[in-house]
């Protein structure tokens, strides 16, 4: 979300949220969003609590600054975007999101499974899955998502949960060669402000150090 309002050169404020410290669950957060989750956005005292919803938002909203290849006005390519936005939270972040919090030593799921080898192994066999079908439906070309001809939402959301896995040390261009050159158009596509919002990530990577081959049984 950062990468695209950053693109689009839609004016606003930035407020981090740490999860670590429980930032999430401080009234003034709760206020916003009720659902203790990030992101979140307000805009002229209107909150809007899911990413994908706040993508639709920001298009209506600000159409003379958000681009149609963001998400396209024909309805066939609107749906073709809006397919994989409905596969990706169930597809891709809950197990490469369940895998970035486990190996942080941070319970899995809404039920709080305590982190621990089976949890992380059962987690990356499933990532490795949706990897499988991120690569074999979305991305059949060597394009964006869809064969689209230009970045979409679709393409933020996917790449962005994908860069998790690459700080807990998952090497793309060994395991999955075609996402990782995916990553590098999408980065490419969103330079400087891929980088410059990823420099967060970076940091952890450094201090996670996170072994994975220990998530192969």
């Not at 994989?84 to 709080?112: C, D, E, I, K, N």
């Not at 060669?177 to 990553?183: L, M, T």
Request: overall charge positive; proline content about 5%.
């Amino acid at each position: 979300l950062r990468i695209f309002l950053r693109v689009c050169n839609i004016p606003h404020q930035e407020h981090k949220t740490f999860i670590n410290k429980k930032e999430h669950q401080h009234e003034d957060f709760v206020k916003i969003n009720p659902l203790k989750t990030v992101p979140a956005l307000q805009h002229n005292g209107f909150s809007i609590v899911d990413s994908a919803s706040i993508f639709v938002y920001l298009k209506q909203t600000f159409p003379n600054l958000v681009a149609d290849h963001w998400l396209p006005s024909t309805l066939r390519e609107n749906i073709r975007i809006n397919e994989y936005l409905h596969w990706h939270h169930l597809g891709l972040r809950l197990f490469a999101t369940g895998l970035f919090r486990t190996a942080r030593g941070l319970p899995f799921g809404a039920l709080g499974m305590p982190a621990n080898k089976d949890i992380n192994r059962k987690c990356f066999k499933d990532v490795k899955r949706s990897l499988s079908i991120l690569e074999s439906h979305f991305l059949k070309d060597n394009g964006f998502i869809h064969n689209q001809p230009d970045i979409s939402v679709a393409d933020l959301q996917c790449v962005c949960e994908l860069t998790q896995l690459w700080v807990l040390g998952v090497d793309f261009s060994i395991i999955q060669p075609k996402i990782h050159q995916y990553i590098e158009r999408v980065a490419k596509r969103t330079t400087p402000h891929f980088d410059d919002v990823h420099k967060s990530l970076f940091k952890v990577k450094e201090k996670l150090n996170f072994d994975t081959s220990s998530l192969d049984p």
